[in-house]
């Protein structure tokens, strides 16, 4: 179970991390989810991973730890929040600048650099 | 007053909550007012809150009263609370600033701006790591939405990598949460402290990892070298009392590494004695090195304010790198007169840039100003005070820090670099001046003249005038810092009294 669930958490957290490195807001922003959904799960396993433990005491036998929970909780809540805050920011941006890079201007490709230096020549 | 300590928190989130509601929400002027009211309040309750700590000695406020270190405390003892009387007076300072028609481009200023010093106030006083995570996220959303406050194309680009950096750097640090509770156990600072001597082995490595990723968030916060590159655009395209605020926020990383890596992983660590201490150490030397020769190569006054608020955060740095209760003590100083100074320079370069016409802050020649002899003697305080020239705070703040490095290794290192940024400054400061001040053409007759608002004039002076302050009274403000460094330094009082005191009050 440790196994499968780290796994998870590095693939999702090493997609999340990939497209916040992409260059227009939307990928970002998709990517910033990713990694909030990561760190949810990661919260969640750092108060170690247990089966049929309840949270209460005195309901089983070994009890699950409720505290990460809690955090998680309000990570997700503030994950939330912040996520439909970007999403309106990019929005705006994609208003205010006329394009939706993160940089808020479109990149030459190499062609057309290679183009507008063969023009000065 | 047990429940004073609540008060920097409470005050703001309710007059922030009161000021969206109908009595006040209709007109500009009913918040102007209820706000300033609100904030004198706030700085009023943060100086007694000072002084009840110096008499009495920290104090623990329990909310929901659960015997520490279960359930949510506030902890104030003498470092926070120096850093909550600076904050609501930073604020005063850019609120009284903004009742000078700064606050007509956009809606909500003045509660957003009230739910930024809460968040402010309350990453100060929190007493466990988790709420400083959610105070964090309290004053990052008052500031993403206060960044963009008036509008403009340069405004929404600069929010759109702050914004992002952010939430990067919010999902690094829950990691770093995660790994600290995983091995810890615990999230309460005092306990935390109690614990990190005890692990060892993989436990220990893993908390390392942990230590290690909570520096990168506080890294990016304070602006320390490698993630420094989103705050001369930042602060330089705010409006001029968010950039007022802004320069506490640096701040808050700063303070974070105090408790975190000083304290918890501080030299009774055990396994993981001073951790982040051999990252530090060159990161601030190079966080100066880059933030005087970003003042130098500075196009405009606020682009130049910025980078010297860089190099600030990069001596701040260099004292949290020392470790000893003399460079604490220093840095408690330098914070307050740095930010105060700091935010006292945007305010006044947003003045400058107003009258300069269409040359606004740049370093070009441009038409005079309508009135040159205050702009330029505030300008000449502020630059005494930033480059540490005697006789301003600066210089005072400067020689503490110099003199709390106590190997020759330390002196090598820090000396030079340290009097040459200031030289750095300098040079930057007096071109800046000379360019402003004495290559201005002659007005035309037609302009208008611009005057400068009551509140305007009364927001510069108030934070510029604090650096004279501060070396008028640095007898008494350095008793404070020296007492918060020592409560800093010192587990027995710090870390057990917060552990051990029976269940004073239930502050509920």
């Not at chain 2, 706030?42 to 329990?62: E, K, T, W």
């Not at chain 2, 190099?311 to 914070?335: D, F, K, P, R």
């Not at chain 2, 005072?396 to 003199?403: D, R, T």
Request: net charge neutral; glycine share 10%.
């Amino acid at each position: 179970m440790e196994g499968v669930y780290a796994f998870c958490v590095g693939v999702m957290t090493a997609c999340g991390i990939f497209l916040t490195l992409r260059g227009r807001t939307f990928p970002v922003v998709v990517g910033l989810t990713l990694l909030s959904y990561a760190v949810n799960l990661f919260l969640f396993a750092s108060g170690r991973l247990k089966l049929e433990a309840a949270a209460v005491l005195g309901m089983s036998d070994s009890y699950g730890d409720p505290l990460p929970q809690a955090l998680v909780l309000t990570a997700i809540v503030i994950g939330f929040a912040m996520t439909a805050f970007a999403v309106i920011l990019a929005m705006r941006a994609r208003a205010d600048l006329g394009n939706d890079h993160v940089d808020g201007r479109i990149p030459k490709t190499p062609v057309e650099q290679r183009q507008k230096s063969g023009g000065q020549r | 007053m047990q429940h004073l300590s609540i008060l920097p928190i409470l005050l703001p989130l309710f007059t922030g909550a009161l000021l969206l509601l109908p009595p006040l929400s209709g007109t500009l002027y009913r918040q102007r007012v209820v706000t300033l009211l609100s904030s004198v309040l706030q700085v009023l309750a943060a100086v007694l809150l000072v002084i009840q700590i110096q008499n009495d000695g920290i104090h623990q406020y329990i909310l929901g009263g659960w015997q520490p270190p279960f359930g949510i405390v506030l902890v104030a003892d003498p470092l926070s609370t120096v850093m909550v009387a600076l904050t609501t007076f930073l604020a005063l300072g850019a609120l009284c600033y903004a009742t000078g028609n700064h606050d007509r481009g956009g809606k909500y200023f003045y509660p957003l701006f009230m739910f930024q010093v809460m968040g402010i106030n309350g990453a100060f006083l929190t007493g466990d790591v988790f709420n400083l995570f959610v105070f964090f996220e309290v004053l990052l959303i008052a500031s993403y939405a206060l960044l963009v406050h008036g509008g403009g194309k340069q405004r929404t680009q600069a929010t759109v990598h702050y914004v992002i950096l952010n939430l990067v750097g919010s999902s690094i640090f829950l990691f770093g949460l995660g790994i600290m509770y995983g091995t810890l156990g615990t999230l309460n600072i005092a306990d935390m402290a109690q614990k990190v001597p005890e692990l060892t082995g993989s436990m220990a490595i893993l908390a390392k990892i942990g230590a290690l990723l909570l520096l990168v968030v506080f890294g990016l916060k304070s602006a320390m070298l490698p993630l420094h590159f989103w705050l001369p655009k930042t602060y330089s395209s705010a409006s001029a009392p968010v950039a007022a605020i802004f320069a506490v926020m640096t701040k808050v990383g700063i303070y974070s590494i105090l408790r975190i890596h000083n304290v918890v992983f501080g030299d009774e660590a055990g396994e993981l004695a001073n951790v982040a201490q051999s990252w530090i150490w060159p990161l601030a030397l190079m966080t100066i090195a880059i933030g005087t020769v970003g003042a130098l190569a500075s196009p405009s006054l606020k682009i130049l304010n910025a980078n010297l608020v860089i190099l600030s955060a990069g001596s701040l740095l260099v004292c949290a790198a020392l470790q000893n209760e003399a460079a604490t003590s220093a840095a408690v100083y330098y914070m307050v007169h740095s930010t105060l100074v700091a935010g006292g320079l945007f305010l006044l370069a947003d003045l400058i840039s107003n009258q300069r016409g269409k040359a606004e802050d740049r370093f070009v020649m441009a038409k005079s100003m309508d009135n040159p002899v205050f702009l330029a003697l505030c300008f000449a305080v502020g630059a005494v005070a930033v480059i540490g020239m005697p006789p301003l705070s600066g210089f005072i703040g400067k020689v503490m820090i110099l003199q709390a490095t106590q190997s020759a290794a330390e002196q090598v290192w820090v000396w030079p670099i340290l009097l040459l940024s200031s030289l750095g400054a300098l040079i930057a400061l007096s071109r800046a001046g000379t360019t402003l001040f004495w290559r201005g053409a002659p007005s035309k007759q037609n302009d208008e003249k611009q005057v400068i608002h009551i509140g305007e004039w009364i927001g510069v002076v108030m934070l510029l005038a604090a650096s004279p302050l501060l070396a008028l009274f640095a007898g008494p403000m350095s008793e404070i810092a020296n007492s918060a460094a020592t409560f800093l330094h010192d587990p027995s009082l710090s870390v057990d009294a917060l552990l051990t005191s029976p269940l004073v009050n239930g502050g509920h």
